[in-house]
T-cell receptor
Framework: GAGVSQTPSNKVTEKGKYVELRCDPISGHTALYWYRQSLGQGPEFLIYFQGTGAADDSGLPNDRFFAVRPEGSVSTLKIQRTERGDSAVYLC????????????FGQGTRLTVV | KQEVTQIPAALSVPEGENLVLNCSFTDSAIYNLQWFRQDPGKGLTSLLLIQSSQREQTSGRLNASLDKSSGRSTLYIAASQPGDSATYLCAVSGNTGKLIFGQGTTLQVKP
């Protein structure tokens, strides 16, 4: 696609529910990143995929968070037993791979846990 | 642990002024530095990417410099316009491309 696409753009869920957030990277981009941004803060790294594998998941806050990228393209961030503290904007970025390539971000999914 | 700091947190200037946004990082072992723009409720738009071997990059009215040894970068905006009003984020990366962000500088340019 022309850019990184994230769906849904907004998600409101009740505390304790399960949610899935989707990211469609730029076609051909092998690297995919998930970040979380709280109000007034810079984005914080969650997880990085190179191809299908999670090369670095050190930013996932706990075992309620999980992400997959089964075919090396679309990725899904999954959050179990959501808590009010999970409310934030979840951003996805992709790049052609390699340390010298530019990262392109999607518009984000605003998650609100009530 | 890499930490990125941006000063000031907020800035308000009249239209036409030249301005400088500052970014500092604690670990000089970076591979590149990127400056992003974020409009309210939107994602991030990449403005400039400076590789660790470079000293500066320019795009239109924007110029970003990098002093890796001192852990500093600046974003210079010439002849500011109201449309430049946004939050500007600085981020550094290592060899995986994983970005560590500062908290951003929120800029308001008044007509």
């Amino acid at each position: 696609g022309a850019g990184v696409s994230q769906t849904p753009s907004n998600k409101v869920t009740e505390k304790g529910k399960y949610v899935e957030l989707r990211c469609d990277p730029i076609s051909g981009h092998t690297a995919l990143y998930w970040y979380r941004q709280s109000l007034g803060q810079g984005p914080e790294f969650l997880i990085y995929f190179q191809g299908t594998g999670a090369a670095d998941d050190s930013g996932l806050p706990n075992d309620r968070f999980f992400a997959v990228r089964p075919e090396g393209s679309v990725s899904t961030l999954k959050i179990q037993r959501t808590e009010r503290g999970d409310s934030a904007v979840y951003l996805c970025a992709s790049s052609a791979g390699g340390w010298d390539t530019e990262a392109f971000f999607g518009q984000g999914t605003r998650l609100t846990v009530v | 642990k890499q930490e990125v700091t941006q000063i000031p947190a907020a800035l308000s200037v009249p239209e036409g002024e030249n301005l400088v946004l500052n970014c500092s990082f604690t670990d000089s072992a970076i591979y590149n530095l990127q400056w992003f723009r974020q409009d309210p409720g939107k994602g991030l738009t990449s403005l400039l990417l400076i590789q660790s071997s470079q000293r500066e990059q320019t795009s239109g009215r924007l110029n970003a410099s990098l002093d890796k040894s001192s852990g500093r970068s600046t974003l210079y905006i010439a002849a500011s316009q109201p449309g430049d009003s946004a939050t500007y984020l600085c981020a550094v990366s290592g060899n995986t491309g994983k970005l560590i962000f500062g908290q951003g500088t929120t800029l308001q340019v008044k007509p």
